[in-house]
């Protein structure tokens, strides 16, 4: 009955929450996310999930270059899934690395890693604050 449901919009909001609440960390101590862009609009629905934003302003975040250098989050450093052909299993141990690797080249304090597998077939969430 909800395309946005669908995609797993509910799936990555509860995910963030429980990572957030897992770790005591929030959206605005993140400093780089390498998120699941398996699709253009799924970048808009993550921001959203992961509280970096209202329902509905996922938009805005790029129109402010908010989520780029020099804004509140650097999202996607690596050029995330589709600028690699989104090669299957081998995305979160690529992603991973990135927020490491970024973490101790810019001496930041936390990133975050997101995987949704299997949208809209029944899916699954994997957040990790690194």
């Known amino acids: 009955h909800s395309m946005i449901k669908m995609v797993g919009a509910d799936m990555t ?4 929450r429980e990572v957030y609440d897992e770790s005591g960390v929030g959206p605005d101590d993140i400093d780089v996310i390498e998120l ?68 101790q080249r810019k001496n930041l304090k936390y990133g975050m890693v997101t995987m949704c597998v299997g949208m809209g077939q029944g899916a699954a969430g994997i957040f990790e604050v690194l």
């Open 36 to 103: 699941h862009d398996c699709f253009t609009s799924n970048e808009i629905i993550t921001y959203e999930g992961l509280g970096l934003c209202k329902v509905g302003e996922g938009g805005r975040l790029l129109d402010e270059d908010r989520t780029t250098y020099g804004g509140d989050w650097v999202v996607n450093p690596s050029g995330g899934l589709l600028s690699k052909g989104h090669p299957l299993g081998a995305t979160g141990a690529i992603r991973s690395a990135t927020v490491v690797h970024a973490l």
């Open 13 to 16: 909001a509860a995910a963030a």
